[in-house]
């Protein structure tokens, strides 16, 4: 088994029509409405629904969560669907490990990835509610020694902007920190070292931007997040299979493993995800009974069984589309938007959804959709890699609810929009050896500790056993990269982690300063003559040289 990978490539998707406030730099919400005060105003232009549509999409959800899984080799899948504050379905399909026995039900907990987002987006309303923080609260005075690259952002920065993904902070910000061991305090300390995009105007999905916010709130409560969730959400609704700590997922006997995509419609348990780094934005397991509550509790502005647990102008916001995701590729597509923590979008019908997608690339695939016009959610949890499974189950549902049918072929769609996180990475992927390379210097020229303010110390050794060049990085040294002659002074390694799917290989470049070979022993022992090694796959962000 392939070292403990700690990372997730996750997905957001969607497809929305809202409007654009959050480019004016607004950090505070509309005043809120409640929705019996716009009952008599129906969404405009929405499909109406066929007489008998809602039972009839019921009665052949289970054929076609069936299909599905066939069609994409997926080992299993659970379903819930809640309408009116009740559970309507709820189900086990398929097996929790390929060559056990041992059944899916809807009972089973998986790890749910990025889903997780909505669900810590819901506990910070309910700190909201409770008066503990605002989604305007200024987070650097809820953070000790927090930073980032610019002193003005540090200071304004709130913890609306952190989960609407607007900070600044680049895409996937901190996650190869994850990935190479390092704990959420490390990670969230280092941040400052990321170049900034435009505050506010910027779109950059950021695991560990939302992490940022979810801490800031925790240590408002004075407590730790797990414990937060724990108190604020899964206790009063009873989500008893439900947890943001891995060792309670671990804990769990009726529990779905990983499986990684190995080809086309083929799948292995191969490896395991620990995501407490990143907790708040894809550490959450739970089951589809347990999430079909909290479905409830948003669809029902707050309240659950009649009583009110968030006040709903705190989680308003949340679901409101607060900044653009993307802009559309031709006038007649929709835009995409981003609450905070929920994808905001409207369906072809015109009715407006509220959802979120989750992914381990070692596999785990989620999804679930909310249709307040309809009172109506579904969730979908898979235990395969992402290849479109559980947004297929979502939508070819929603489909047959509000059109009797199915519109497209929602696996395929999907699978073709996913397909690109299977892509190998790295400048190296895919390419030959040069046919008469430039001979490298003595491997032991290459030796020596290499510093680097944001990744730590790197080790390069000459490997005893092999006799190759190994890098050893991360926290502990514990990732081992094995150095391939190349050209010259580049080396090629495969990079290790969810962020490295198979076939990725990378570049590792040593510079000297135009010193000689004759030179290298004297840097080696004082690092005068200013050596750098850059690993391209780490250097994403310009963060990736070591100077020795």
Known sequence: MRRQASIGRTVTLAIALGTLTALTGCTTAPPYAPRAALGEMPPQDAVELADGAFDAALEQLPEEVERILEESGVPGAAVAVVQGGELHFAQGFGVRKLGEDAAVDEETVFQIASMSKPIGATVVASQVSAGVVDWSTPVAPLLPGFALADPWVTEHLTVADLYAHRSGLPMAAGDELEDLGYDREYILDHLRSQPLQPF??????????????????????????????????????????????????????????????????????????????????????????????????????????????????????????????????????????????????????????????????????????????????????????PVGAAEAIVSEFLDRVQYGEATRDWLEAYGAALGHYFEPAGDL?????????????????????????????????????????????????????????????VFAFEPDGENAPAGSRSSAAFGFGGGSADASEADASDGSAGATMTLNFYDTSGLGTWTR
Request: no cysteine; proline share 7%; net charge negative.
């Open 429 to 489: 992927a895919g390419e030959r050896r040069p046919a008469d390379p430039a001979p490298s210097r003595p491997l032991t020229d290459y030796a020596g500790t290499w510093q680097n303010p944001y990744y730590g110390e790197a080790v390069v050794a000459v490997d005893q056993a092999s006799g190759g060049l190994v890098v050893r990085l991360g926290n502990g040294g514990t990732t081992v990269l094995e150095l391939e002659p190349w050209d010259g002074d």
């Open 200 to 385: 506010r105007i910027s779109y950059n999905y950021a695991n560990f931007g939302m992490t940022t916010g979810a801490q800031a709130v925790a240590n408002a409560a004075g407590v730790d997040w797990a414990t937060l969730s724990e108190r604020e959400l899964y206790g009063p609704l009873h989500m008893d299979s439900t947890s943001s700590r891995y060792e309670d997922f671990l804990a769990r006997d009726n529990r779905a493993t990983l499986h990684a995509k190995t080809g086309d419609g083929e799948f292995a348990p191969l490896y395991e995800r620990t995501p407490d780094a990143q907790s708040p934005a894809g550490g959450v397991s739970s089951n589809v009974v347990d999430l079909a509550k909290w479905m409830s509790l948003v669809l029902d502005d707050g309240s659950f069984a009649g009583e009110e647990l968030i006040a709903p102008s705190a989680l308003a916001p949340a679901i409101a589309p607060e900044i653009a995701t993307g802009l559309p590729p031709v006038p007649d597509a929709r835009a995409g938007f981003y609450g905070y923590g929920f994808n905001v979008g409207t369906q072809p019908s015109g009715r407006v959804t509220l959802g979120h997608s989750g992914a381990f690339i070692l596999g785990a695939g989620t999804n679930f959709q909310l249709v307040p016009a309809l009172d109506l959610g579904v969730v979908a949890l898979t235990n395969g890699a």
